[in-house]
């Protein structure tokens, strides 16, 4: 795909940040087609316009990067690089990979999801079979080995030496757990003898894919769910796919901050500093010392910052004087109880001198995005091969937002959507329905008459193929063969597919009839576009659609390369040869467009 952007302000120096490349395989499922499942709890995380599973994992002492990510990251190993990055931009708190802290608490990253792929995916929480076992007992003493009682052995130094672990750590209590399930038959731990056969639990099992799932929050060994445990041998394995989502929505990361200043740092990626003091070193002299609570500073992921005031001076100091101090530092002026907007405003002029709009475009299986915005910031990758774009753009109502799948398309496409709601905020929450797209069916395009049948069923025309037709030629009547076309409003016509040539098509047209000639090598579209012509029928030749409720100027426009068709019933139907993307797909549909694609490999 390749992408051009038209203008760009504010485009700082690039920043480190590893690009997704390939998304990860399915989910690590062991299953039997009966027996008891182990469940497991998945939290569902967003990035960058995709759904990621994730596994919770509180890091243990001993572990380092690598081997969590092998034990417990097992579709990293697909793409390393991109799982690195969605990693590190699902856990920011984790400042640098080889000091992790045992009790620190990481989130995983396993697979990308498809909105709806699992039941319950909007909630942020999922449970899912993790393993399908015919007994949790029977594969716990699986892992186990026979041993039989020594005079002064006792439980705890038995599984302080032969499972691990130290007295009351994490280790000792699962071995501990675990010793219990492999040994019913002993009542009381505490009164074992000398010569009794008991089974310990083998370090081994440790090391299992599996291990982490048969233990619950407070550390206790899961239970079978009730309706695992019903399930027979005619019991089909789990299926995850096919689970449809109530609704579409885009979380947002909230700001431990608030206000319009916050809010603009939060628009172009930064942080907003308005407490304590900071420090800016001088080449001569001490520091320059900033109150932030006078002169609040929005620091940039790219190290440059912004220094706010609405005075003329900054700690007395001129403001043309303050800004020769530094060359990663601006000061900007803005008005007094400034709004967001005009802070943007006041910040993008500041670094471009400029307020032209600015555009960003772009092609996708049959796709054209046209992006406009009131500013937008870019940020290059280490490489320089794949920049984020922020696009910014007020708005006065909530009404205006962008449609969800259109803010998660482009969020995949590295084009981050951020609205500016000038107005005060609306109670209402405003999330987008999926449940209710029309379904997209299909039409055989596999050759022009293939067409000309399936177009005429769906659209309600009468078609009959091989008609016997009659005209007088030279002085003599000549029957032939051709394809009558009835439109419903009282016009028919004859469809040819080049059987006809030469004076015969005058000859019929004398006789009152329209007829119709379809060149060879049209293609579908063009076709439909003959035949509406010719019915007198409304058409729009590769329509656009717009991703919000407000003025083209500052807007996401969306054009597909088929032809939209109104009826007389209301309904507008899309026809088009392309499987245009899933959230195009679906943010169509869900704009209430009959989508009908033209399958032109059908019996292929």
């Excluded at 475009?361 to 796709?367: E, I, L």
Aim: aromatic share 8%.
């Amino acid at each position: 795909m390749a992408m051009t952007y038209l203008k760009t302000l504010l485009n700082p120096p690039s920043r480190r940040f590893i690009l997704p490349a390939l998304a990860f395989i399915g989910l690590l499922l062991a299953v039997n087609s009966h027996g008891a499942m182990l469940y497991k709890d998945y939290v569902v995380r967003y990035d960058r316009g995709w759904d990621i599973l994730c596994d919770p994992y509180q890091v243990q002492q001993g572990d380092w990067v690598l081997k969590i990510f092998r034990q417990k990251g097992e579709l990293a190993h697909d793409d390393f690089r991109e799982f690195l990055g969605i990693f590190q931009r699902l856990n920011p708190h984790v400042k640098d990979l080889d000091r992790l802290r045992p009790g620190q608490v990481v989130d995983i990253p396993l697979k990308k999801l498809v909105q709806g792929t699992l039941p319950g995916q909007s909630s942020g929480v999922v449970t899912i079979p993790f393993v399908m076992i015919s007994n949790p007992e029977e594969m716990i003493k699986k892992h186990t080995r026979e041993y039989a009682v020594q005079p002064g052995d006792t439980v705890s130094r038995l599984i302080a030496n032969r499972f691990g672990g130290r007295y009351g750590n994490l280790t000792f209590s699962q071995g501990v757990k675990l010793f219990k399930a492999a040994n019913p038959q002993i009542k009381d731990i505490n009164q074992i003898y000398a010569g009794q056969k008991v089974y310990m639990p083998d370090p081994s099992i440790r090391e299992q894919s599996w291990y982490g799932a048969l233990f619950d929050e407070a550390g206790n060994l899961v239970e079978m769910r009730a309706d695992a445990a019903d399930a027979t041998s005619d019991a089909p394995a789990p299926q995850l796919a096919g689970a449809a989502a109530p609704e579409m929505a885009v979380s947002q990361p909230q700001s431990e901050h608030s206000g319009p200043a916050a809010e603009a740092a939060s628009a172009i990626g930064g942080r907003l500093l308005d407490k304590g003091t900071y420090f800016f070193p001088m080449k001569q002299g001490k520091d320059f010392e900033l109150d932030l609570s006078r002169y609040p500073v929005i620091d940039l992921q790219n190290g440059s910052r912004v220094i706010l005031t609405t005075a003329d001076r900054v700690m007395n100091v001129d403001l043309p004087l303050v800004q020769s101090y530094w060359d990663n530092v601006e000061v900007v002026k803005i008005p007094e109880n400034a709004s967001s907007r005009e802070i943007l405003e006041a910040v993008f002029a500041a670094f471009s001198g400029e307020a032209a709009p600015n555009q960003l475009s772009f092609d996708d299986r049959g796709v054209k995005i046209t992006v406009s915005a009131k500013w937008i910031r870019t940020e290059t990758s280490a490489d320089g091969s794949a920049p984020r774009h922020t696009c910014i753009t007020p708005i006065t109502s909530a009404s205006q937002r962008t449609h969800g799948a259109i803010i998660r398309y482009l969020d995949q496409n590295d084009i981050v959507i951020k609205e500016i709601l000038t107005s005060a905020p609306e109670q209402t929450s405003t999330p987008f329905p999926i449940d209710a797209a029309p379904d997209a069916v299909s039409i055989d395009g596999s050759s022009q008459k293939a067409l000309l049948e399936s177009l005429a069923r769906i659209m309600g025309f009468r078609y009959s193929a091989n008609t016997a037709i009659s005209f007088p030629y030279a002085g003599i009547q000549v029957q032939a063969l051709s394809n009558l076309l009835s439109f419903g409003n009282g016009r028919e016509i004859l469809v040819d597919f080049g059987d006809l040539y030469g004076d015969a098509v005058a000859a019929i047209r004398d006789t009152g009839l329209e007829i119709l000639q379809i060149d060879v090598d049209a293609g579908p579209v063009a076709i439909i576009q003959q035949l509406m012509e010719t019915a007198g029928m409304a058409y729009t030749l590769t329509p656009v659609f717009y991703g919000a409720d407000r003025p083209a100027e500052f807007n996401t426009a969306i054009a597909i390369y088929g032809i939209l068709v109104p009826t007389g019933s209301g309904e507008n139907r899309l026809f088009t040869e392309m499987q245009l993307p899933e959230l195009i797909d679906l943010f169509i549909r869900n704009d209430g467009i009959r989508l009908i694609r033209i399958d032109t490999d059908v019996g292929q």
